[in-house]
């Protein structure tokens, strides 16, 4: 008698494979077996229904071969063939893979194909997730730090005198617009965009640190094409006044931020894109209301601390970055047609300066001497005091002197484009200019003097350290730089010897010799050049010798460059002790070695930097003329200079390259009309 399967009651064969989703499968499912042809009635009556899967067909399944016991199947691996791979969709319809293949791992609607179901998920591990109040605080720090990167670029402005807390309070119309435009972009273009923009602000932040220092040594911004050589001399300066090691590792912190502000505000920029991007309409809303409050600020023009709230200065900043460079580009051109009209280019050897002839004319630059050090009440005082004695020490050894104002085309650095422009004629305000000069044919002062053959032209130049061809071209025959002045002393800073000893060098090299020619010496005295310590002392002459007496002498009495520039007091006050001590050595050196053949004309080449002068400071040096024969300082009578030492207040101020030309009138040919 036969009798009928059930396909739902289980038989006391083996149990049926669990379903696809049965996280209880075991690792090897063997294919579903059949019923058998007869079923034990009580286990029947005991077992509950099994639904289905909806994915096994409703026809009855062929009758598969015997599934054998685990154990068995453990221990003998090769009694059943392997079973070849089947796709996802033969495994829907056909039958279930063999027992040596592998399940393939269930898609997780949640979390996409590829991962763990649902019901299995893995255990998230990590710090965010032990410590979630913790990850939140660093997520919001990260993304306020962001912020604060972005706001600075904006804000912070491109002078170090002007930082002030005011100016971050400002609303960057900047970044209104530019988190507008981001979101709005579609996902591939704000990719882009946030590179662009986070690029951007890191090379804008660094020209505006590059502002800084140029406004705090030059009183102007950074010259984008032709100011990079400043840096070489920086970094100079930089090893002379506070050694090789500082000096190496400042450069290397400059070249380490230039290379990390970029990535840092890009970083930044990725950051607060992808919160506003989460949060569109928060974003939205939030620039919806810092762009009503930045039109209104603006147009009731409210401020705080003097400082306008809607700010748009980055924007203005690299307006006039572009306009200056544009301006640079086309200034080599205007300056060819200034450098191309000269009054004296054609005059005849003889005519020139023949109201000089036979005597010594010495053409000194004190470095930094500026009218701060005379003006400053700190400073003032005591400067005024020498200024008066050397004028008496002058008058008791036969000389008399004028004195006068010259607008200097440089503040703070830059001593050879204040030499070139008090020599040439010409403004030279920037180095375009300086090399057009020196490789044109303009007629230099000191260059006037050579071609009349009455004078030996030499130049004393202790500051001097590399090969400088340029001296060619003003003239000078002979170049004494501090390598051929025989000093064996230590440097003083930047300054390579005390100007007391480089006086006395070009006394015995050149101004002491018996039986010589006269002679037109351009001297440049550093001793009061930046940091201005430590400041060398005046001693008696017999004691310089070949400067070896310095060693003692700096160790006993020379102050630490970086112990006196913590205090801005105390840098004002070694800057007017070193100019001081300039001016005794000159005064000292003409009263001593002068003649009635001398005539001493001597100046400050530019104005020392904020730290002496503060803020806004005029670009005014002084001038003086010196000499004992009373016919010199008359052909200059009309010139409404001050008698002696200390120009007064009121001496007419003439731009310094005005000079060359009203010398060369006064002691030659007048300049012929037109």
């Known amino acids: 008698m036969s009798h009928t399967r059930s396909p739902q009651l289980p038989g006391p064969g083996p149990a049926p494979a669990p379903a696809p989703d049965d996280d209880t499968a075991p690792e090897e499912a063997a294919p579903p077996a059949p019923a058998p042809e007869e079923s034990s009635p009580d286990a029947g009556a005991k077992a509950e229904p099994e639904p289905r899967p909806e994915s096994t067909p409703e026809a009855e399944p062929e009758p598969k071969p015997e599934r054998r016991p685990k154990a068995e199947t453990e221990t003998k691996p090769d009694s059943e063939p392997q079973a070849e791979p089947k796709s996802k969709a033969e495994t829907e319809t056909g039958p279930a893979p063999s027992p040596k293949a592998e399940p393939e791992p269930e898609q997780d609607p949640e979390t996409g194909p590829g991962q763990l179901p649902a019901e299995s998920p893995a255990v998230p591990t990590g710090w965010r997730t ?12 990260v993304t306020g730090l962001a912020l604060a990167l972005v706001l600075f670029a904006l804000l912070v402005p491109n002078d170090v005198t002007n930082l002030e807390f005011g100016r971050f309070l400002r609303i960057p119309a900047e970044g209104i617009l530019v988190a507008a435009l981001l979101l709005v972009l579609p996902a591939t273009a704000r990719r882009v965009g946030v590179v662009v923009v986070g690029v951007v602000l890191g090379l804008l932040t660094i020209v505006k640190v590059l502002d800084m220092g140029s406004y705090w040594t030059l009183d102007r911004p950074f010259d984008l094409v032709l100011d990079w050589i400043l840096l070489d001399d ?9 050694g090789g090691a500082v000096a190496q590792a400042a450069t290397i912190g400059v070249i380490a931020l230039a290379v990390a502000l970029p990535v840092l505000m890009t970083l930044a920029v990725v950051r607060i894109s992808r919160l506003m991007v989460r949060n569109r309409h928060t974003a939205s809303r939030t620039l919806l209301v810092l762009g009503t409050a930045w039109i209104t600020c603006s147009t ?9 709230v809607a ?4 924007a203005t900043l690299v307006e006039n970055r572009v306009e200056a460079v544009s301006n640079g580009l086309k200034d080599g051109e205007a300056f060819k047609k200034e450098a191309a009209v000269d009054a004296f280019a054609d005059v005849p050897p003889d005519e020139l300066l023949t109201g000089l002839r036979g005597r010594d004319v010495l053409i000194t630059f004190i470095e930094s001497y500026g009218r701060s050090a005379i003006d400053d009440p700190q400073m003032g005082g005591p400067l005024g005091e020498t200024l008066a004695q050397k004028t008496r020490e002058l008058e008791e050894a036969g000389y008399a002197s004028q004195s ?10 830059g001593s050879w484009l204040g030499h070139s422009t008090f020599l040439s004629g010409l403004w030279i305000k920037n180095q375009q200019r300086y090399r057009n000069l020196v490789s044109g044919d303009r007629l230099t002062l000191t260059e006037a003097f ?15 350290q590399k090969t400088w061809p340029e001296g060619k071209y003003f003239g000078l025959e002979h170049i004494y730089d501090s390598d051929q002045l025989g000093y064996k002393g230590p440097k003083f800073s930047w300054s390579t010897m005390p100007d007391q000893y480089t006086l006395k060098a070009f006394e015995e090299l050149e101004h002491g010799k018996k039986d010589r020619e006269p002679i037109m010496a351009e001297i440049i005295l550093t001793s009061s050049h930046n940091p201005w310590a430590p400041v060398p002392s005046t ?22 460059p970086k112990e006196v520039w913590k205090d801005p007091s105390d840098v004002r006050d070694e800057y007017r002790k070193s100019i001081q001590y300039s001016v005794t050595s000159l005064v000292d050196y003409v009263a001593e070695y002068g003649s009635k053949d001398t005539v001493l004309v001597f100046l400050g080449d530019h104005q020392p930097n904020k730290t002496v002068t503060g803020a806004d400071p005029s670009h005014d040096v002084p001038v003086s003329i010196v000499a004992q024969d009373p016919e010199v300082l008359e052909k200059v009578a009309d010139w409404g200079w001050t008698d002696g030492l200390k120009p007064a207040d009121d001496t007419p101020v003439w731009r310094m ?7 060369m009138t006064a002691f030659g040919p007048a300049v012929p009309a037109g």
């Open 311 to 314: 700010s748009h200065s980055a």
């Open 300 to 308: 009731l023009t409210l401020e705080i601390a003097n400082v306008p």
């Open 234 to 242: 920086a970094q100079s300066f930089m090893k002379d006044s506070l």
């Open 539 to 560: 001693i008696p002459e017999e004691q310089i010798g070949d400067g070896s007496v310095y060693h003692s002498l700096q160790k006993a009495e020379g102050k630490d």
């Open 450 to 464: 050579r071609r009349t053959d009455a004078w030996r032209t030499v130049g004393i130049v202790p500051g001097t």
């Open 657 to 663: 390259d005005k000079f060359r030309d009203r010398f």
């Open 130 to 141: 032990e410590h979630p109040a913790v990850a939140r605080t660093v997520a919001w720090t």
């Open 404 to 413: 006068g104002w010259l607008r200097s085309p440089i503040t703070g650095a």
